[in-house]
């Protein structure tokens, strides 16, 4: 299954809403993962089952959707919050991830 | 604390050889599937395979069937992947993550990588 993020790079001020999205090319149900990676760290898991932030995920992170498309939003973006975003699909094999989407701070 | 460390990496020349383990920490080992998934340079996350938290079930990506194999000993609480025949473009960091399931599951948890270079 095909994962599609978008968009590829996304500028936001401190304190505004970022709101990334993920495509599936079919269904995978809410078996859908956010995770944030930074330069030269692994990821960190964000959100599991489409819309359940992981332990110590800040609230500001949200995540929703079913079948084919998700979005996770970051209610109000912190500076810290800078770094590549990817969703996953683990309702099947291969476990695919998306291409990611690049948040900057403006 | 949950932690995964990975090693064995370093520089291989194509159609060479090289195993990575990946020693587990800080949860019953034996409950979880676990992955290797790997990130060339500059590039996005592309998963590698997986095996069950017994060892019985194994799953490849298409780029690695037949020339890598993941195996698992519970009993040292250790995951590994043999990569034989490797090409330039198995360069990448390689990680090692724990599912949240016996089965498979999203990942939870992820190593710092180990640099895999094939190059001659």
């Known amino acids: 299954k095909l994962m599609t993020q978008s968009p590829a790079t996304l500028t936001v001020s401190p304190g505004e809403r970022a709101t990334l999205s993920c495509r599936a090319s079919?269904?995978?149900?809410?078996?859908l993962a956010w995770y944030q990676q930074k330069p030269g760290q692994p990821p960190r898991l964000l959100i599991y089952?489409?819309?359940t932030r992981a332990t110590g995920i800040p609230a500001r992170f949200s995540g929703s959707g079913s079948g084919t498309e998700f979005t996770l939003t970051i209610s109000s973006l912190q500076t810290e919050d800078s770094a590549v975003y990817y969703c996953?699909?683990?309702?099947?094999?291969?476990?695919?991830f998306g291409g990611g989407t690049k948040v900057e701070i403006k | 604390e949950v932690q995964l460390l990975e090693s064995g990496g370093g520089l291989v020349q194509p159609g060479g050889s090289l195993r990575l383990s990946c020693a587990a920490f800080?949860?019953?080992?034996?409950?979880?599937?676990m992955s290797w998934v790997r990130q060339a340079p500059g590039k996005g996350l592309e998963w590698v395979s997986t095996?069950?938290?017994?060892?019985?079930?194994?799953d490849y990506a298409d780029s690695v069937k037949g020339r890598f194999t993941i195996s698992r000993d519970n009993s040292r609480n250790t995951l590994y992947l043999q990569m034989n025949s490797l090409r330039a473009e198995d360069t990448a960091v390689y990680y090692c993550?724990?599912?949240?399931?016996?089965?498979?599951?999203?990942?939870?948890?992820w190593g710092q990588g180990t640099l895999v270079t094939v190059s001659s």
């Open positions: 089952g489409a819309s």
């Open positions: 993550a724990k599912h949240t399931r016996g089965s498979g599951g999203n990942f939870d948890y």
């Open positions: 996953q699909q683990y309702n099947n094999w291969p476990l695919t």
């Open positions: 800080g949860f019953t080992f034996n409950n979880y599937a």
């Open positions: 079919q269904s995978v149900n809410s078996d």
């Open positions: 095996i069950s938290s017994g060892g019985a079930s194994r």
